[in-house]
Nanobody, 122 residues
């Protein structure tokens, strides 16, 4: 089982990034997926998640209207489009997958990617 996240980097406030996460080793279309982040000294927090087939999505309040999660089950890939980035969005971003209910709770997830750093700074 592997989840490989990519797309992070350094961006100025107000800029955009698109994260990708490619899954392998399990039946991706049977799993809900989520994006999480962890800033230094803080707990890991859920920011967005998406059901396996119905397209149901949840977002953390602080990213609603700025971030969009999507998935392509044919490519075993989940995306996170991040617009109007703010310095407070700086963190390591992780993708994860769960057979349980769609959730922003990290403990509900079975498989995790390695993380990709997002830094928002001028």
């Amino acid at each position: 089982v592997q989840l490989q996240a990519s797309g992070g980097g350094l961006v100025q406030p107000g800029g955009s990034l698109r994260l990708s996460c490619v899954a392998s080793g399990f039946n991706f279309d049977q799993y809900a997926v989520g994006w999480f982040r962890q800033a230094p000294g803080k707990d890991r927090e859920g920011i967005s998640c998406m059901s396996n087939r119905e397209g149901v999505t949840y977002y953390r309040d602080s990213v609603k209207g700025r971030f969009t999660i999507s998935r392509d089950n044919a490519k075993n890939t989940v995306y996170l489009q991040m617009n109007r980035l703010e310095p407070e969005d700086t963190a390591v971003y992780y993708c994860a997958a769960t057979r349980l209910v769609i959730s922003l709770e990290p403990t509900m997830y079975d498989y995790w990617g390695q993380g990709t750093q997002v830094t928002v700074s001028s």
